[in-house]
């Protein structure tokens, strides 16, 4: 015997936003090539321009979106003035913008074709309802953190500066490049 609901059963998220497994993180981490970074920034003492530089310097490749810079370059990367101007697929959108504003950018990154596979909120920024469509639609999302703080954490790299990464690693620190330590979290090229 069927039974019918009077109405549609609304959507539940399942993801718990205010702590995330480490596996959702890294699986994030791992997974994501290409982020489009909302709200990049040219000024090199904000979080924007340092996180991006950081991923950069990770090997992902992150396509710098802010509407006052449109057409120039950031970091040797053509700035674009809004997600739909990117020719090609991104994996991930970043927010660098406040709680408010997430909800518009959530809205134009799923009106894109392909959808990104992951919406990534800063650290402060925080838009359930956005969460919520972004996970209607199949996407990964991540509320109030901050990628190269999970990236250094996950990797061990944060644990060189005195930070407690609550990660315990027998890895040993190898010097990559001009003398600068970098753990990867196996990330495929």
Wanted: aromatic content about 6%; some cysteine.
């Amino acid at each position: 015997m069927l039974i019918e609901l009077p109405c549609p059963i609304p959507y539940v998220s399942l993801m718990n936003h205010d702590n995330y497994p480490n596996d959702y993180i890294r699986g994030i981490l791992q997974s994501v090539k290409t982020i489009a970074l909302v709200g990049a920034s040219q000024n090199q003492a904000r979080p924007s321009w340092i996180v991006m530089k950081y991923l950069l310097d990770r090997g992902y490749d992150v396509i710098p979106i802010n509407p006052g810079l449109a057409g120039g370059e950031l970091l040797g990367k053509k700035v674009y003035g809004r997600l739909s101007d990117i020719p090609h697929p991104v994996d991930m959108v970043e927010i660098f913008r406040n709680s408010e504003a997430a909800g518009p950018i959530t809205d134009e990154a799923l009106a894109l074709d392909p959808l990104p596979k992951v919406i990534w909120m800063q650290l402060s920024v925080r838009n359930d309802a956005a969460a919520e469509k972004a996970e209607a639609k199949g996407l990964q999302v991540v509320m109030d953190r901050c990628p190269k703080i999970e990236f250094g954490r996950l990797s061990g790299e944060i644990s060189w500066q005195g930070v407690n990464s609550r990660m315990l690693s027998a890895k040993k620190p190898v010097l990559a490049g001009k003398g600068f330590q970098k753990l990867s979290l196996n990330r495929p090229k």
